[in-house]
């Protein structure tokens, strides 16, 4: 094993920050370290915003369901899917650009996805601690307009930066044999059931926020109410027709 392994394993999710605050240059080296990302043909379809502005971190960790470390975190980054700069760019050279192709989206977020999670582990390298936000979701007009995001261009997550105040445990993730398969995919219902007595065991043994339940419980709110049935329409009017 090396220590990128080791490192990439031992991701937590950190939601308390010391005062300390982030260089500038450690800041800009995150972001060019997450411009190193694959990208779909060099395509580079996202852009960063670093909120600084305080009210509007206190607003958008309302909007994104009371999470109050998006204002307490020593750098929030929103990452948005980009489509803007380069269909522009592409316009500008004589191309009939077609816009709002579902192709479009999923290679506008994967990037994105792509390149925020080189962030995450640079800046975990740097002794830093991370949480994506989905929760801007919740809201996304919202924070568009108070982003001034312009169209095809979309929030797809936060990221709280920090230096750690506390240390969670790292939690189980699924067996490998239920993610790992050869040739043709596979039931994995035994190794679900034996991840749920893992889970439940961590659950109550955790050193902060004990309770009794299991992975497949917790899974039940994400499917059966926080279906964020706006996105569609959402991206719709952002120019991702999804056509």
């Not at 169209?151 to 920090?162: S, T």
Request: with cysteine; charged share 25%.
């Amino acid at each position: 094993m090396n220590d990128v392994i080791d490192l990439l394993k031992s991701h937590r999710s950190i939601r308390k920050f010391s005062d300390r605050a982030i260089p500038q240059e450690l800041l800009v080296e995150l972001i060019q370290a997450g411009q190193g990302a694959a990208t779909s043909s060099h395509v580079q379809a996202y852009s960063v915003i670093h909120v600084k502005n305080a009210a509007n971190r206190e607003l958008i960790a309302e909007l994104a369901g009371g999470q109050g470390y998006v204002a307490s975190c020593a750098a929030f980054l929103v990452f948005c899917a980009d489509m803007k700069r380069p269909t522009e760019a592409s316009e500008r050279t004589g191309a009939k650009v077609v816009r709002g192709m579902t192709e479009q989206l999923l290679v506008a977020t994967v990037d994105t996805a792509l390149m925020a999670q080189n962030v995450a582990v640079a800046a975990e390298s740097e002794g830093l601690g991370i949480c994506y936000i989905g929760g801007i979701r919740n809201n996304p007009q919202e924070i568009s307009d108070l982003l001034r995001l312009p169209k095809h261009v979309y929030p797809v997550f936060g990221m709280c930066l920090g230096y750690p105040d506390h240390a969670p445990e790292v939690k189980p993730r699924l067996p490998v044999e239920a993610i790992l398969k050869e040739d043709y995919y596979t039931e994995d219902a035994a190794q679900v059931e034996a991840f749920d007595t893992t889970m439940r065991a961590y659950y109550q043994a955790r050193s902060s926020s004990n309770k009794e339940t299991d992975w497949s419980h917790n899974l039940k709110p994400l499917f059966d109410n926080k279906l964020r049935p706006h996105m569609r329409d959402f991206l719709i009017k952002r120019g991702f027709e999804m056509k």
